[in-house]
């Protein structure tokens, strides 16, 4: 079928038709428990590949999935058949009307997008979902999406003005919010067979539907009430793409107040803060968010105590937003509103760097969230219960009586003010009977919602998740008023089948428990994933914040699909490939070409590690893979000529001018480089002609003695000379020697040579990289045991030392050796007496290597550049080459179009500025692209002035 589908579908001038296994395996989840792998993706350009698509589905009866960011949460997106992927070609806002207040999108338009031309105009897009930076507004139209502002902006279908949609049967509907009735009525036949089902359910509409605002389960019927107008248009909103196929938007745009006030109130707990949410809405806000002490605490153990602003007393929180053109007016009923809020501590923030970080709390639950506090997967499914505001309290205890009484927990948060809670649950799926208990958890939550007057969805929509469980909140009549809408539109049911109507049930196609636990002879420890390399690569949930541009804000993650735009190249698209894998379905082992065609592209960044609020680490994932495909197996060449690079440097740097002379040969050199694996564009950098070792020994740098006393006054610490300092770059150590002593530490070395292997680990050559590095962490221990600071100058390294070396050789020699680990920076902050030297004036384009980003953290840096007085511009994203990616066969473009994200811009925007790059991959590319010189912090702070030029 799948061949014969494809050939009908490129015959019809259907243009981008995705049919291979590896596609096929990237999209066979959303952002849900649900695995269903398609037949085919297509990616249209234009209405007319709609409809065409269409067309031959109906002829050969193939069900039909539309989908945007792939973002949804209840299994709304996915599906065996047809998917469609709109966010790869119709991602467009087509017009904004600042007058009006509207704007008319394309359906695979990201939010974030209409949100900054809507701001450019003033305006703004007002439902605000957590995954803003990533959702498609038809997504959000699919599940009438809300976001913690709904409160002062509405819901989705509360701004739809009107849409141009596609029916099954090929039918193009353009249907407005605010047409008379019988202009709606005489735009099609299907509307008014459509008013006739109306006409047979008023009674049951109206007292079922509609009851409180956030009543999403199920068809938005009640907008079709004579007394609503027969609003067509918001009908759809929610109808999960099981009556119609959206191809164009219009929707309505708010004007951005001047002033936002934030009033943060402390209660006990979360249900107490729950039953207090209702009276915070005399006082108009735009949003009543609620968080408890577990997403705080989970915050701080994943990104540190600073990641958390100051918060009132209590162990659970409203975060409650006024907004206005007068601020003094705003503040006044912030602080009227505290005064009546009966919290234990309550504040006013007006701040709004302060403000940002705390919504930024609230915001990263939903990622937070896919850990539960007992450190176990958690997961969808029971997300997005909503009951009337007015019993949110009551509702809130119960539920916490039911998780106790399934022995689950969660990380609960949500939108209070509107009565409607999130949370991911560790229902323990992976083990025998988790998939029946499941579905026993959802039955009883379906009773406990229904018993307060709730709905099942608040906002995510039914999906797959609840759609079989509408039956306990809605009546036999109600459930068939929804069948006969769905016949009428669909009759052949061949969109999103198996959603709303004639539901599969919700314990069907759930991803985890087919996935098999792969344990047994991994190079890696998996120590936070229980050994298993499935439950590691099952830590994507799907929330896409990969395929977000975070590059603005200084996040890293995800290079790839920055370049190309492919979901296959985006973390959740491999994180997918690798779970078909362990599947074992469609793709089959390590060695499947899958596998490898995922995963060619990916960077080894290391920014999923740090980004994806899962701790998703995709570079060790690829590490595995590469180490089980070649284990006693012919490797590609550069594996064995990049990968094993520092054992060639030691080599050449016995002869370095020889060495450096015959790589400048040209053309011929060029084709050994071919020969060699690497991509002849690619300059080699030259070997120092004195290594930093053989300086060191000749100036006075002493070799670890055993002994932590103290050297001339001064403290001892161990610097930790990597292949890359002391064979090519050796004047940036040498100026660590010279900071470190002005700070008052006496630099030593360690007696031998060392490398922490992490190129034969890029290159899954992890046998003899355990070896290696287990050899370098002996040579540190005994500093480490004592209690010497180890000081890490290249970046990659040091994150070796402080992470990778937990998961290759675990044990106590690696956590005694990681604990002693620091950075350049980190130490020099944390040096009582020691201030930076003056750089007051000094322009600085700053270039955090990945690693640094996501293992270590570069705040420290930024806080010593602060304290010198430096203005700097610090770049986000990856500079493109990664260690030995872009310098591969096959990788240069992409590596060259991941510079071109940030770096490459600035160094041109700033040819004036200060290139600090402590990564010797970063200097290498903006040597190699732009000839740009880069230097270290260490060559910055070094007092001797002529090292900055």
């Known amino acids: 079928m799948t061949t014969e589908l494809v050939s009908r579908l490129r ?23 649900y695995r269903l792998v398609p037949s085919a993706v297509v990616r249209p350009r234009d209405r007319d590949e709609v409809l065409a698509t269409l067309a031959v589905c109906r002829e050969l009866g193939v069900p039909v999935t539309a989908r945007g960011g792939g973002t949804s949460i209840a299994g709304n997106a996915v599906g065996t058949g047809v998917v469609f992927d709109f966010s790869r070609h119709l991602g467009n806002v087509l017009s904004v009307d600042p007058e009006a207040a509207r704007a008319v999108v394309q359906p695979g338009t990201v939010h974030a997008t209409l949100q900054k031309q809507a701001l450019a105009n003033g305006l703004r897009y007002g439902p605000d979902p957590s995954s803003h930076s990533r959702c498609t507004i038809g997504g959000m139209i699919g599940n009438d999406a809300c976001g913690n502002r709904a409160l002062g902006y509405g819901k989705t279908s509360d701004n739809l003005l009107g849409l141009e949609l596609v029916t099954a049967g090929g039918e193009v509907l353009r249907v407005r919010h605010g047409d008379e009735r019988t202009q709606v009525l005489a735009g099609s036949p299907l509307l008014s067979g459509l008013d006739e089902i109306v006409g047979r359910h008023l009674g049951t509409i109206r007292t079922e539907l509609g009851r409180f605002n956030r009543q999403v389960s199920g068809y938005a019927a009640q907008r079709l009430l004579p007394e609503q107008g027969f609003d067509v248009t918001r009908l759809m909103a929610g109808s999960e793409g099981t009556l119609g196929i959206v191809t164009e938007a219009e929707v309505a745009l708010v004007t951005e107040p001047e002033h936002r006030i934030l009033a943060v109130l402390g209660y006990p707990d979360i249900s107490t803060a729950g039953a207090a949410a209702v009276a915070q809405l005399e006082f108009g806000p735009v949003a009543v968010e609620g968080i408890d002490r ?146 026993d958890f959802l039955n009883d939550s379906a009773e406990l919602v229904a018993s307060y007057g709730g709905s099942l969805s608040g906002e995510h929509g039914d999906g797959r998740a609840r759609s079989g469980l509408l039956d306990r909140m809605y009546s036999a009549d109600a459930l068939g008023l929804f069948a006969e809408i769905k016949r009428h539109f669909d009759p052949e049911n061949l969109l999103n089948p198996g959603v709303l109507v004639e539901p599969a049930a919700p314990t069907a196609d759930l991803r985890v428990p087919q996935a098999r636990p792969v344990r047994e002879k991994l190079a890696l420890a998996y120590v936070h994933d229980g050994g298993d390399f499935s439950q590691a690569v099952h830590r994507c949930t799907g929330v896409g914040r990969c395929r977000a541009d975070s590059t603005g804000s200084g996040g890293v993650m995800c290079p ?20 078909e894998m362990v599947n ?15 995963l060619d592209l990916c960077l080894s960044c290391k920014g999923c590690l740090s980004d994806c609020p899962t701790g998703i680490d995709m570079a060790s994932y690829k590490s595995e893979v590469l180490h089980q495909t070649y284990k006693k197996r012919v490797r590609p060449r550069a594996h064995y000529v990049l990968g094993q690079l520092p054992r060639w440097v030691r080599l050449g740097s016995r002869m370095p001018r020889v060495v450096n002379a015959m790589f400048g040969v040209g053309e011929r050199f060029a084709q050994a480089k071919k020969l060699a694996g690497v991509d002849p564009r690619r300059s080699i950098p030259p070997l120092a002609t004195e290594t930093f070792r053989s300086w060191a020994t000749a100036n006075g740098v002493g070799v670890f003695a055993n002994s932590a006393d103290p050297i001339d006054g001064r403290e001892p610490v161990l610097l930790i000379v990597d292949t890359f300092s002391d064979h090519f770059s050796p004047d940036l150590a040498k100026a660590a020697v010279r900071v470190l002593r002005r700070a008052g530490y006496e630099p030593l070395i360690t007696e031998r040579s060392g490398c922490c292997g992490l190129t034969w680990i890029s290159t899954g050559q992890l046998d003899a990289a355990r070896k ?15 209690g010497l600071k180890l000081v890490g100058l290249e970046p990659s ?20 050796v990681a604990v002693q680990v620091r950075t350049l ?7 009582p007496r020691w201030e930076p030297p003056q750089l007051d004036g000094l322009r600085v384009v700053a270039q955090p290597h990945c690693h640094h980003h996501a293992v270590m953290s570069w705040s420290a840096d930024a806080e010593l550049l602060r304290r010198a007085g430096a203005d700097v511009r610090r770049l986000g994203g990856c500079c493109g080459l990664a260690g030995n990616f872009g310098v591969e066969l096959g990788h240069h473009d992409v590596s060259v179009k991941v510079a071109e994200h940030q770096l490459l811009p600035a160094l ?23 000839d740009r010189r880069g230097i270290h912090l260490a060559q910055l702070l070094d007092p001797e002035p002529t090292v900055v030029e």
């Not at 259907?14 to 990237?26: C, E, F, I, P, Y």
């Not at 919290?343 to 701040?351: I, N, P």
């Not at 082992?589 to 995922?598: L, Y």
């Open 11 to 33: 015959a019809a001038g259907v243009r981008d038709v995705l049919d291979d296994s590896t596609n096929r395996a990237a999209y066979s989840s959303d952002a849900s428990l």
């Open 294 to 439: 577990r997403i705080v605490e989970i915050l701080t153990a994943r990104r540190g105590p600073q990641a958390v602003p100051d918060l009132p007393l209590g162990d659970g929180w409203l975060l409650v937003e006024l907004a206005g053109d007068d601020r003094a007016e705003v503040v006044a009923r912030a602080e009227a509103l505290c005064a009546a809020s009966g919290a234990v501590e309550a504040k006013v923030v007006t701040d709004p760097a302060e403000a940002a970080m705390i919504w930024r709390v609230r915001e990263d639950g939903a990622g937070l969230s896919g850990r539960s506090p007992r450190d176990r997967p958690a997961h969808a499914g029971w997300e997005d219960a909503a009951v009337p505001p007015e019993r949110l309290g009551d509702y809130l205890r119960d539920f916490d009586e039911l998780l106790l009484q399934h022995d689950l927990t969660g990380l609960p948060y949500g939108h209070f003010g509107d009565g409607c809670l999130h949370i991911r649950i560790d229902f323990p799926l992976e083990k025998p009977g988790g998939t029946e208990g499941f579905g």
């Open 560 to 579: 790839s699909y920055m370049a190309t735009g492919e979901e296959k190249d985006s973390t959740r698209g491999r994180a997918r490939v690798l779970q």
């Open 584 to 598: 074992g379905t469609v793709v089959k082992g390590f060695s499947a070409p899958e596998v490898h065609d995922a």
């Open 772 to 786: 290696i590095l287990g050899s370098h962490l002996d040579d540190l221990l005994g500093a480490a045991r004592l």
């Open 797 to 816: 390294c040091t994150a070796v030392l402080r992470s990778d070396s937990l998961e290759l050789t675990p044990g106590e020699t690696a956590e005694t």
């Open 825 to 831: 920076a980190e130490l020099l902050r944390d040096t």
């Open 908 to 930: 041109r925007d700033e040819p004036d500025a200060v290139l600090l790059a402590d990564g010797f991959s970063c200097r290498t590319q903006a040597a190699d692209l732009l």
